[in-house]
């Protein structure tokens, strides 16, 4: 299990816009599944919603895309480049995600040629689905 320091040795977010607490990565960097605790002292809670705190669906994308890239960026000829998004496909929200939540992140790297990579995310909060999406990434 890689800690936040060990994250930030391979992706370049930093606070506040690091979203992944503890992260591990499958042998084959094919895959990787991490999580992170959703507090209230979020920034973002600040505004959305202060009478119903909601993580923004955004945020949830972003964490998902954080762990996909952790997969990709593992890779031994990916190494020390960054990951970008290319596109977002088929992005649905079932579940809020709320403070106190601890939300459950994977990433399964499903087509890469070259610099593109597509994985299939997905976001849970005490097994329950809150967000699914297909990411895609350019590696530069």
């Keep these: 299990m890689l800690t936040a320091k060990e994250i930030m040795d391979i992706i370049p977010h930093r606070y506040p816009f690091l979203l992944i607490d503890r992260a591990c990565v499958a042998k084959d960097c094919r895959s990787a599944s991490g999580y992170k605790n959703v507090s209230i002292n979020e920034y973002f809670f600040q505004g959305h919603f202060p ?4 993580m923004p ?4 994308i972003e964490a998902l ?3 996909g890239a952790l997969a990709l960026l593992s890779q031994e000829e990916m190494k020390g480049k960054l990951a970008f998004f290319a596109g977002i496909n088929s992005a649905r929200f ?3 995600v709320m403070p106190g939540d601890r939300l459950d992140l994977s990433c399964e790297i499903i ?3 070259g610099p593109i990579g597509i994985g299939k995310a ?8 809150a967000c699914q999406a297909e990411l895609m990434f350019a590696i530069a």
């Design 51 to 54: 009478e119903m705190p909601v």
């Design 57 to 60: 669906g955004v945020l949830i």
């Design 65 to 67: 895309a954080q762990v």
């Design 94 to 96: 079932k579940e809020k």
């Design 111 to 113: 087509k890469q040629k």
């Design 122 to 129: 997905t976001a849970r909060v005490d097994g329950k689905i």
